[in-house]
């Protein structure tokens, strides 16, 4: 069995006006799907954020992909990083999301790998990670600061037709009330039990203040995240961990870098997590010499793939780390593989992150995955249990083709709202 | 598709008069063989070594593996964690040799497992490991300080009509000329390129005249290593090590623990390995910390599998450690398991331990496996890509019964040639 066919396919989804430390969200929010077509016509589907610059990378990776077998993946591995070489890899940078390419490019080519390896075998990719951990993976509700807005073709308007959590997502949220607001209509809608809220965006105290309302709507025992992208001073993280210590389950990135973090740490009394400090096993080494975090969230996209991941997962337990999921804007390619990788990942004790209910639009046969009750139910199909809309990825390429837009670029989003607005790696 | 059958099968291989740093290898080396065989009568081999306990622990284990679908590892790892409890894993102890029950126990079965799954989807195992780095996995020439003797019923004595190397394998070698002359023998009948010494047998200026003396006979370039099992001081290691740096591929255990082997480390030029201070991924951080070797030898069979090993592997590579892997004696099973391992494992660059070519009896269908140049081709078969030739097992679980042996003992053994002999943690 051989790989005979690489689709790359740029689409563009619509997005609401999110706001984070780095800007707000454009219209539509990039994504870039990879289909890998084997000689005997089964097809693998992989997914990653969108760039021109990544789907150049994933067109120029097409002449090692193709002919290879999908289960080689340590060959299709070294083919690129031969092909690419060390200097293509690219950097973090220090914006909230991860710009490296050559790990983007093997992610989503290793995701449709493991989709094929399913379908031939007849198993759930979770199959082939060890086996499921657990039949249901459970998600948090991921709140963000936001404009009213829609989003995509309404921009700052909103559909007056909306019903439901497609109503309440429209709405502005830019205070406490419009965060608790924002997450009741999200928990009510999905049921999930873990609540994260994007901070970085508001002075420090607003968004403490923020999670104190956000605790006393849904109760003590709720399990509160705030992630305010690394933008705040170490003396800031401090002063703010240290009102919300006991409403924290953890505290994400409030620093930047290792050294912060790790200096924050030990001043608060709240575990930190990262998906920023340390996001590579180049990064492992001064994680456990400074002990920068508690908790890494992982993110298949970023670390390699799904086997990267699942050692990342056993470098967490050796070194008494907790581990937890990171995501970015995605359909629901993304979702199936952070599904799998979830269930099969038995040290991954913490809801995951992800940015799916706050897009509507998906490639998927059969639409949208449903959460039942905060959790996805890990599917039993073969491979990653989904099938391609082939006419709604054609519209949604279509749409990335008419949005004009080149990769994610916040500041210039947000400074057509606000003119001259800059992102400052330390705001606060 | 679920386990149905679980068979547990002591037996025992002659092994010839092996000295090691606790003694003398009896007259045969005992190992366990498992068979698992799927409700659909697809079966599957494990191979750890051999104790009534590990034979005591695998029989119990019956009871969580059968009924389990052979994909779902974590769901039986988890199984037997919990049948067994953390106080019956055992410790690794002193001797050369590990002695943990239930990563053995886990071992054998995951094997098993593998070796189904890979029948099942037509695959070889090291394409459900993430597909091969490599098509032959090179092997190292081990040499003992012996006996005369063949082992076996043949005791102390020899069979006069062998001939090769199973004639070679007879002859006594204490002192540089029978090492140089063993190494000879064995490198010529099986083209290993790599040549290891077990120490710890001889006084260490003898040790380090040996290394001397095959650095003499196979030319400079030639990878050597000498493993005295850490029962040398730190300044006997130093002292010792200073001698051979430049002879030396690297310097395996020369002390015990990670304090000792880290002080060592400091004052040699020669990269330090381990297969006793660094075992497990609970002495993971110890070895970061003190930096106690430069290479870990990996081992299926106790560090908990083969995924458990791949994940070692990328624990090796995020702290910069070289990957090597250890055997004790052994039958084919774990011969085709350590080279599927091997052929996945992109950075294990040494040229792998083992101790088959001092047996000469074989479970498998075929007899025994053959080395090419020094190296395994790597099976493309379905599996493990070995078949049981049951009457073989049979009669070698016969010759456990009848050999009265319950467990290693190589302190034992000693004794009955040198009265009074004692094993001593640190004996030089």
Not at 230 to 257: F, H, M
Not at 272 to 278: D, P, S
Not at 299 to 317: K, P
Request: hydrophobic letters at 40%.
């Amino acid at each position: 069995m051989k790989i005979a066919e690489m689709h790359v396919t740029p689409i563009a989804i619509t997005d609401p006006p999110l706001l984070n430390a780095a800007g707000l969200h454009a219209p539509y929010a990039l994504r870039t799907i990879v289909e890998l077509v084997t000689d005997d016509n089964i097809y693998g589907l992989g997914e990653v954020p969108g760039s021109v610059a990544t789907t150049n990378a994933l067109e120029a990776a097409r002449a090692v992909v193709v002919g290879q077998d999908p289960f080689q993946l340590n060959a299709i591995q070294a083919g690129l990083e031969r092909h690419f070489g060390p200097e293509a890899a690219g950097a973090r940078g220090e914006a909230p999301w991860d710009k490296r390419r050559t790990v983007h490019v093997f992610s989503a080519i290793e995701v449709a790998c493991f989709d094929i390896m399913g379908k031939v075998t007849g198993r759930p990719v979770c199959d082939l990670l060890g086996g499921r951990a657990r039949d249901r993976v459970d998600f948090s509700a991921y709140l963000f600061y936001k404009y009213e807005g829609a989003g995509g073709a309404l921009g700052f308007a909103t559909d007056p037709n909306a019903t439901g959590w497609a109503k309440a997502r429209q709405a502005a949220a830019l205070d406490p009330d419009g965060v608790v607001a924002e997450a009741q209509a999200m928990c009510d809608e999905f049921g999930f039990k873990s609540i994260k809220l994007k901070g970085g965006v508001m002075p420090p105290d607003e968004e403490a203040a923020a999670m104190l309302a956000l605790q006393k709507a849904f109760g003590p025992g709720t399990p509160l995240r705030l992630d305010p992208n690394a933008i705040w001073s170490v003396e800031t993280g401090i002063r703010i961990g240290k009102q919300l210590e006991g409403v924290l389950e953890y505290y994400e990135d409030p620093v930047r870098g290792q050294e912060a973090m790790a200096q924050v740490g030990q001043a608060v009394n709240i575990p930190l997590a990262t998906n920023m400090c340390t996001t590579s096993f180049d990064n492992i080494p001064g994680s456990v010499r400074l002990h920068s975090e508690d908790i890494i969230l992982s993110d298949h996209h970023f670390w390699g793939g799904l086997r990267a991941s699942v050692e990342l997962a056993r470098i967490c337990r050796t070194f008494g780390r907790g581990l937890s999921m990171h995501s970015n804007s995605h359909v629901g390619i993304s979702l199936a593989a952070m599904a799998h990788l979830a269930a099969a990942t038995p040290n991954l004790t913490y809801a995951c992150d992800t940015h799916y209910p706050w897009q509507s639009e998906e490639v998927l046969a059969g639409g949208r995955l449903p959460f039942d009750d905060g959790a996805l139910v890990v599917a039993n199909e073969p491979g990653l249990g989904i099938e391609l809309d082939r006419a709604a990825l054609e519209t949604l390429h279509q749409q990335y083709l008419d949005s004009g837009l080149t990769e994610r670029n916040d500041e210039v989003e947000m400074q057509k709202v606000q003119s001259g607005w800059k992102f400052m790696a330390t705001r606060w």
